[in-house]
């Protein structure tokens, strides 16, 4: 099991994205800010450095303007991005962290121990055993290359994320497929706005029901606070989220428990 809470509210790259409350995203403040807030899992991205460092940033490119990969850990860093590691210790070992990988056309040619999939695969052996994580991406050869090498996965739950081009129905197959633990289906091919979700096909609760008798679990990203309450009753097990206070307040007055 990945999220034992259902739903688990997942803060979207911290507190939430953009600067939310006064927190730029994807910063070591925004993580912490989210934990506060009573948050027990958080959802990042990582790019690589030229140097080969995985740093947190969700863009290609720095807010300088320059390629991320293109820039050395020590100039990203003088840019306000941070660390993935630094991330990690700084955080409470009991949160668990959802890493959204970004690769880069580099990972086509490079030498794998170079590659986005390996240098990822090198931080979980670090951290194995010391907290909950979801790996995912919308890149599929990402979680296909740590499932089909278990001892590198160090233990990280796998998943694959899909945006509006594609339907939750595909990312369901796909993902069960392909052995992963999770499908991160963007919100609307989940139909949450919906007034009336009833059991049909193409449902929430259908979907949801199917990727469960798959074997997996489903997070929807970026839920708002009614999207989030129609995403629990339908059975999510998370829901990504840049609103944090609001949607807890939401799932509160619906009388659903969230994690």
């Not at 320059?66 to 941070?82: K, N, S």
């Not at 390996?118 to 909950?132: F, M």
Request: hydrophobic residues 45%.
């Amino acid at each position: 099991m990945i999220f034992e809470v259902k739903p688990t509210v997942v803060g979207h790259r911290g507190f939430g994205s953009g600067t939310a409350a006064g927190y730029r995203e994807n910063s070591v403040e925004s993580f912490l800010a989210a934990v506060a807030r009573g948050v027990t899992w958080v959802e990042l991205d990582v790019r690589r450095s030229s140097d080969g460092e995985l740093m947190v940033w969700h863009d290609p490119r720095s807010p300088a303007g320059r390629p991320v990969i293109t820039q050395t850990a020590a100039q990203l860093a003088a840019d306000g991005i941070v660390a993935l590691t630094a991330v990690l210790a700084a955080l409470p070992a009991a949160v668990g962290v959802n890493i959204d990988v970004k690769t880069v056309i580099e990972d086509a040619t490079e030498p794998e121990p170079r590659r986005t999939h390996a240098l990822l695969a090198a931080v979980l052996s670090g951290y194995r055993g010391t907290r909950p994580f979801l790996v995912s991406s919308f890149d599929p050869s990402v979680p296909a290359y740590l499932a089909s090498r278990p001892a590198l996965a160090a233990g990280a739950a796998l998943g694959l994320i899909t945006s509006e081009n594609l339907s939750a129905d595909q990312c369901v197959a796909a993902a069960a497929n392909l052995g992963l633990d999770a499908a991160c289906v963007y919100t609307a091919t989940l139909h949450l706005d919906r007034d009336d979700d009833g059991p049909g096909r193409g449902s929430a609760t259908h979907t949801i029901e199917l990727a469960h008798r798959a074997g997996l679990e489903v997070m929807t990203w970026t839920a708002t606070p009614a999207q989030a309450v129609r995403a629990a009753a339908a059975g999510i097990d998370a829901v990504c989220v840049d609103e944090i206070p609001a949607v807890q307040a939401a799932l509160a007055a619906a009388g659903l428990v969230c994690g």
